[in-house]
């Protein structure tokens, strides 16, 4: 803020590099597994959220986007603690949105259900970052949706 001024659009997207750790199956998820994941996805936006929420109430405007895999809408087994956490983010970013209506500040969720830009998974769909960015310019200028899925089939 000292150096740019008001914050106009918090992003916040937890993603850790590949950790074989995080492919861990709800039936074999330790609570400790999950909450690794708890405090890098939500403990973690709530940080951000409120470094910048008081000042945005304040001036009445500004855009909090919070972004997920597709396992946060359409949980995947092998990522069961990761997918947990993300599920929890979604549900607050929602909420958040619910409470800040009427405030002139906007809470979104974006749930990204493809791979960016170069395939990871065999099979599975890939989309270009420009294509994505789509998604989050239209939750800035709509700012009455809570929740984007962006997916390709």
Known sequence: AG????IDVLEYS???AADP???IAPSAAEP??????MEFYLYGAMAATRAVLPAMKAAGSGTLLFTTGGGSVDPVPMLGSVNAAAAALRN???NLH????GTGVHAAHVAINVAIDVSTIPGFPVAPASEIAQAYWQLTESRDVPEI???KS
């Not at 150096?3 to 008001?6: A, E, H, L």
């Not at 400790?32 to 994941?37: A, E, G, H």
């Open 3 to 6: 150096r740019f001024g008001t």
């Open 14 to 16: 937890p993603a850790g």
């Open 21 to 23: 750790s995080m492919m």
């Open 32 to 37: 400790s597994d999950v909450q690794k994941q």
């Open 92 to 94: 607050w970013s929602i």
């Open 98 to 101: 619910k409470e800040l209506a």
């Open 149 to 151: 899925v962006f997916s």
